[in-house]
T-cell receptor, first 113, second 116 residues
Framework: DVKVTQSSRYLVKRTGEKVFLECVQDMDHENMFWYRQDPGLGLRLIYFSYDVKMKEKGDIPEGYSVSREKKERFSLILESASTNQTSMYLC????????????FGEGSRLTVL | AQKVTQAQTEISVVEKEDVTLDCVYETRDTTYYLFWYKQPPSGELVFLIRRNSFDEQNEISGRYSWNFQKSTSSFNFTITASQVVDSAVYFCALKVGPIGYGKLTFGQGTILTVHP
């Protein structure tokens, strides 16, 4: 069974804290993505990566950075969390030569106080 | 730029009713792919279907059917004889360019509630 695992389902952080969201996939996918989900706005792409050590900005990269040191792992970093980053964060992966179908993790709900 | 619009924010039906979820997309590319995903209360988005821009054939899978019309830039999703287990958030998404690369652009999502 294909699996995308996000390290934390629920996190509560304080403004200004550094936050790490981890995502691991076991399907040997080349592509990995971080989306943010907010009511009424759908899913918006933050960053994505086509290969190890490669990254590209999505639609809303401000305030975020990413790291992809290994093929199976893609981390989202909030250098200094702010209240407007309270959201559901979804990690996804896909094959480069596949049909474009994304496989998603269960999501990490982050609350910044 | 690409855009996906799901005008229906929330839909509420009673079990066994048919329900159609609307999706309208915008792109200048001639090669593109359209997707539907389901997000149940557990949170994990589940892939339902993919269509490419060259294939306007409608598709039926059990109680699910999809109507793709390039003339109106729409890719609507119908659930026949809805069930409580169909309650979820449904997302329509668009991808342009070669398969395997590029990002999916999602619509705002439609919350479907099926009452017993």
């Amino acid at each position: 069974d294909v699996k995308v695992t996000q390290s934390s389902r629920y996190l509560v952080k304080r403004t200004g804290e550094k936050v790490f969201l981890e995502c691991v996939q076991d399907m040997d996918h080349e592509n990995m993505f971080w989306y943010r989900q907010d009511p009424g706005l759908g899913l918006r792409l933050i960053y994505f990566s086509y290969d190890v050590k490669m990254k590209e900005k999505g639609d809303i990269p401000e305030g975020y950075s990413v790291s992809r040191e290994k093929k199976e792992r893609f981390s989202l970093i909030l250098e200094s969390a702010s209240t407007n980053q309270t959201s559901m964060y979804l990690c996804a992966s896909s094959f480069r030569e596949g049909v474009g179908e994304l496989f998603f993790g269960e999501g990490s709900r982050l609350t910044v106080l | 730029a690409q855009k996906v619009t799901q005008a229906q924010t929330e839909i509420s039906v009673v079990e066994k009713e048919d329900v159609t979820l609307d999706c309208v997309y915008e792109t200048r590319d001639t090669t593109y792919y359209l997707f539907w995903y389901k997000q149940p209360p557990s949170g994990e988005l589940v892939f339902l279907i993919r269509r490419n821009s060259f294939d306007e054939q409608n598709e039926i899978s059990g109680r699910y059917s999809w109507n793709f019309q390039k003339s109106t830039s729409s890719f609507n999703f119908t659930i026949t004889a809805s069930q409580v287990v169909d309650s979820a958030v449904y997302f329509c998404a668009l991808k342009v360019g070669p398969i395997g690369y590029g990002k999916l652009t999602f619509g705002q999502g439609t919350i479907l509630t099926v009452h017993p």
